[in-house]
């Protein structure tokens, strides 16, 4: 069985950072990518990065350049450093694993319904 637990979050005000991270247990697949999403309250919950088995990384236009993934592998941990944050950043964010392999990793990154393995999530809230 699989588990993913986000830990990290907070409020901060805006112009601050936080770091999220997410602590994988059980079997998973070395060979598909992880990502972070996010659901902001009344929204649909949107992607905001993912990482490819290769390193590759993937952010949406809203956290290009103010958002960083990353994951050490001996620690079987995805991280979501986010600067810069924004009141629009407010959202509650959640760690996803198995997500597309590699040579769709591209065109799928963003798809909620491409990933089969979820956190609870971590609540993020900006203040202006």
């Known amino acids: 069985q699989v588990q993913l637990v986000e830990s990290g979050g907070g409020s901060v005000q805006s112009g601050g950072s936080l770091r999220l991270s997410c602590a994988a247990s059980?079997?998973?697949?070395?060979?598909?990518?992880m990502g972070w999403f996010r659901q902001a309250p009344g929204k649909e919950r949107e992607g905001v990065a993912a990482?490819?088995?290769?390193?590759?990384?993937r952010y949406a236009g809203s956290g290009n350049g103010r958002f960083t993934i990353s994951q050490d592998n001996a620690k079987n941990t995805l991280y979501l450093q986010m600067d810069s944050l924004k009141h629009d950043d407010t959202a509650m964010y959640y760690c996803?694993?198995?997500?597309?392999?590699?040579?769709?990793?591209?065109?799928?990154?963003?798809?909620?319904?491409?990933?089969?393995?979820w956190g609870q999530g971590t609540q993020v809230t900006v203040s202006s």
């Open positions: 990482i490819a088995i290769d390193g590759r990384t």
């Open positions: 996803a694993a198995n997500g597309p392999r590699l040579g769709l990793f591209d065109l799928w990154w963003f798809l909620q319904e491409k990933y089969n393995t």
């Open positions: 059980g079997n998973i697949d070395s060979s598909r990518s």
